[in-house]
């Protein structure tokens, strides 16, 4: 009996067009669903560590963050594996994108906006003029909500086009991000609660870092700076014995320390995208062609 990978296992042989079994549909799904409720659960979290701060259990509140913090992460792994099993079965729809989206949005922007303010901004002492209290009060709830609008606006681009390109192309044998990818954002988000392990920020030059974080979250979002997709690694290839190794490693570090590792991996991706576009800005400077004065003949 010739041996069949995964995508022939789950064709259909009744049907003609060698479509998948209605039941291989179920694999992505289950893992959408998934990160809708790991969504949906880490801004319960959320809530009750506000709830716990402001009624001074703050060892709970600090639990309940760092619960809030750990859904948001868990999402972020569930949504790199359904589309990878989608593709990997063929199983890949129009419903499943656009469902995927929407669990995106409430996963990836709105739980993580809920958390940020919840934990960076609520119940900060700012121990300044009332009058700029409420000022910086204000532009932290507009910042986390830039953050969730240019999530949601990074979502919608996503879908609609069919081939972006970045607006500093890298290799061609290579998938890049048109933009930050907002499990990337909200990973960042999470990782720097989740490294803080404790409760809500209270100082408030922190806080103000923090809404200034979120700011340069939404922009890059929305900016059309190049950042790698990975999707070109495929799960089904042969494996190096360098890449076991470092995945060995990976998975050591990240039970051993799990904290600052993790934090680590999300600063690192976020910050690739920046220092990728300074660099191309720097190569343009320092390798333009000087100017060759204009002579007039005659």
Known sequence: MPKLNLKERLIDPKELDRRPRRAAYVLPTMFTAGNVLLGFLAILEAFHGAMAQATGSYDAAGRHFDLSAIMIGLAAVMDGLDGRIARMTNTVS???????????????????AILAFTWGIQFVDWALDPAVNKILIRSGYFLCFMYLLCGAARLARFNVQTNPQPSNPGRADR???????????????????????????KF???????????????????????????????????????????????????????????????????????????????????????????????
């Not at 129009?94 to 993580?112: K, N, Y």
Request: aromatic share 16%.
């Open 175 to 201: 998938k890049y991000f048109v933009g930050l990818p907002i499990p990337a954002a909200a990973a960042m988000v999470a990782s720097i609660v989740y490294f803080h392990g404790s409760g809500p920020l």
């Open 94 to 112: 129009d419903f499943g994108r656009e469902i995927d989206s929407l669990a995106d949005v409430i996963a990836f922007g709105l739980a993580p």
């Open 204 to 298: 408030w030059i922190y806080s103000a870092l923090w809404m200034a974080l979120m700011g340069l979250l939404a922009f890059l979002m929305i900016s059309a700076w190049r950042y790698r997709s990975f999707k070109d690694f495929n799960l089904g290839s042969p494996r190096s014995f360098k890449t076991v190794i470092l995945f060995g490693s990976m998975m050591y570090l990240i039970y051993e320390w799990s904290r600052p590792v993790l934090f680590a991996l999300a600063f690192c991706y976020t910050a690739s995208g920046i220092l990728i576009r300074l660099g191309g800005l720097w190569r343009r400077v320092t390798h333009s062609s000087p100017k060759v004065p204009e002579t007039q003949v005659g």
